[in-house]
């Protein structure tokens, strides 16, 4: 069965976020990273209507439930019935190794979506977060004691990934893929009590004073303010931020203490790249050397006062 067309108000409303992102000269032709579930059946639907011919979809099976075949074929007959070019990307599961399921599972989804993209020379993936996940992704960061980074929640905007429905409720786009003629696939992960945003989604269910679109705009104001730090330190960098050899300086004087992490955050990855410190450590880095001490933190031995210096720890010594 060949699905609906959306209604015209729909697709000009998607357009309209699609160009806000992208501008309003869409280049290149568009990825979209579509499961079964109704967001995506949407996305799908939306990206179709709006930009013909210039999209294709992906369906990523991670193997990890025995239905996920079947409904990644199912989204391949919706795109078949559409004219969408749609491929199936299969995971293998027995690579994750130690690592947490979930967080396994978006890193190679997204790889496999980065090799396919390149693969068929798309210039834009469009996922489908939409309101309601921004609000359950702000809630967890929080949570989670985040900064202003965490607390900017799913950007609307990264590299080559673009979030046209943040300003969507879920409950739009279930409606729109039903009045299209979509029965949407549930993943029963998402009701699954083991992942916090099952819990968490469960929770939100009956706190209907709290309003998705409304934490979209303040997840929009907040990521525009993270842009607006970094290009600061950015700037401040090139000040104050100097590299001799292995080791670096800092002339930390008189900043305001978020823009003072973030340059020795900064000065710590000029000495250890993979350095990715947690954030109380961080803190307690900052008040060592803002007291004019000296602390060792990810390889790097870091000396307070005038100048905040930074050089390669010594290694240990082995006992004798």
Not at 32 to 49: E, N, Q, T, Y
Not at 148 to 155: D, E, P
């Amino acid at each position: 069965m060949t699905p609906n067309v959306p209604p015209d108000e729909a697709i000009a409303r998607f357009a309209g976020d699609v160009q806000r992102l992208l501008g309003p000269h869409i280049s290149g032709r568009i990825g979209l990273a579509i499961s079964g579930g109704p967001d995506s059946l949407a996305l799908l639907l939306l990206a179709a209507a709006a930009f013909p011919d210039s999209v294709e979809a992906a369906t990523v099976d991670h193997k990890l439930r025995p239905e996920a075949e079947a409904e990644a074929r199912f989204v391949a007959d919706v795109c078949t019935a559409l004219g969408v070019p749609h491929a199936i990307l299969t995971l293998d599961p027995s690579r994750r190794g130690k690592a947490n399921v979930s967080d396994w599972a978006r890193q190679a989804r997204y790889a496999a979506l980065s090799g396919w993209m390149k693969d068929r020379a798309l210039v834009h993936m469009f996922t489908a977060h939409h309101a309601d996940d921004q609000l359950e992704t702000m809630l967890m960061r929080l949570n989670r004691g985040a900064g202003v980074a965490g607390l900017s929640g799913v950007r609307s905007r990264l590299g080559i990934v673009a979030r046209p429905l943040l300003g969507w409720r879920k409950t739009e786009l279930e409606a729109l893929a039903r009045t299209c003629g979509l029965e949407p696939v549930l993943d029963p992960g998402n009701s699954d009590d083991r992942f916090d945003r099952a819990r968490l989604r469960k929770a939100l269910a009956s706190a209907d004073w709290l309003d998705p679109l409304a934490a979209t705009r303040s997840a929009a104001a907040l990521e525009q303010a993270e842009e607006a730090l970094a290009w600061s330190v950015h700037r401040l960098a090139a000040e104050r931020l100097s590299q001799a050899g292995p080791n670096a300086t800092l002339d930390a004087a008189g900043l305001p203490r978020e823009l003072a992490r973030r340059l020795v955050l900064k000065a710590l990855r000029l000495i250890n790249t993979d350095c990715t410190p947690r954030g109380a450590d961080m803190e307690r880095l900052i008040d060592t050397l803002g007291a004019g001490r000296t602390a060792t933190l990810a390889g790097v031995k870091c000396h307070g006062g005038a100048l905040w210096t930074f050089a390669p720890a010594p290694p240990h010594r082995a006992g004798r």
